[in-house]
């Protein structure tokens, strides 16, 4: 059973997703842009990988300004995105699922991940990012001659 509390919450919680996801969407969005939707402290958790130069763990704001400059750095302009399948929301938890696609600059590859996306806000800023992908698929990708 939800209590007014927990609506509140969810809807606060859906209001700083929208708002994280219509940032990304937006091609002319800063790396600086981007990050503004997260605490200055961040647990960020993906498959570290060291082949993947935009794939670990990040701690801070800066960091995951940093995550967003070198994924544009390592991936071809317009040939990446994401789509979303499902959005679930639970007062100040979010798990989006979808997939997501892109081609790694050096290597001319071609990637393509199914994914699930986990926050958790508090005062209205990301402070939980913990991604589920292939990062083996992505990790292929960047590795010529694979």
């Known amino acids: 059973m939800q209590t007014a509390a927990t609506e509140n919450k969810s809807a606060a919680t859906g209001a700083v997703v929208d708002a994280y996801l219509a940032t990304v969407a937006d091609?002319?969005?800063t790396p600086e842009r981007i990050a503004a939707h997260y605490a200055?402290?961040?647990?960020?958790?993906?498959?570290?990988?060291?082949?993947?130069?935009?794939l670990r763990p990040r701690a801070t704001r800066d960091d995951?300004?940093?995550?967003?400059?070198e994924l544009r750095e390592h991936t071809v302009p317009g040939?990446?995105?994401?789509?979303?399948?499902?959005?679930?929301?639970?007062?100040?938890e979010a798990v989006l699922t979808g997939h997501l696609w892109g081609t790694?600059?050096?290597?001319?590859?071609?990637?393509r991940s199914p994914f699930a996306?986990?926050?958790?806000?508090?005062d209205g800023a990301i402070?939980?990012?913990?991604?589920?992908?292939?990062?083996?698929?992505?990790?292929?990708?960047?590795?010529?001659?694979s």
Do not use: Q
């Open 79 to 92: 040939a990446g995105g994401a789509s979303i399948d499902a959005l679930v929301i639970s007062g100040p």
């Open 117 to 122: 996306l986990r926050f958790t806000v508090r």
């Open 64 to 69: 995951v300004a940093a995550h967003w400059r």
């Open 40 to 54: 200055e402290r961040v647990d960020w958790m993906c498959a570290d990988n060291p082949v993947v130069p935009w």
């Open 104 to 111: 790694v600059r050096a290597t001319g590859k071609a990637f």
């Open 27 to 29: 091609p002319e969005a």
């Open 127 to 145: 402070v939980r990012h913990h991604v589920y992908e292939d990062s083996l698929a992505i990790a292929a990708a960047c590795t010529p001659g």
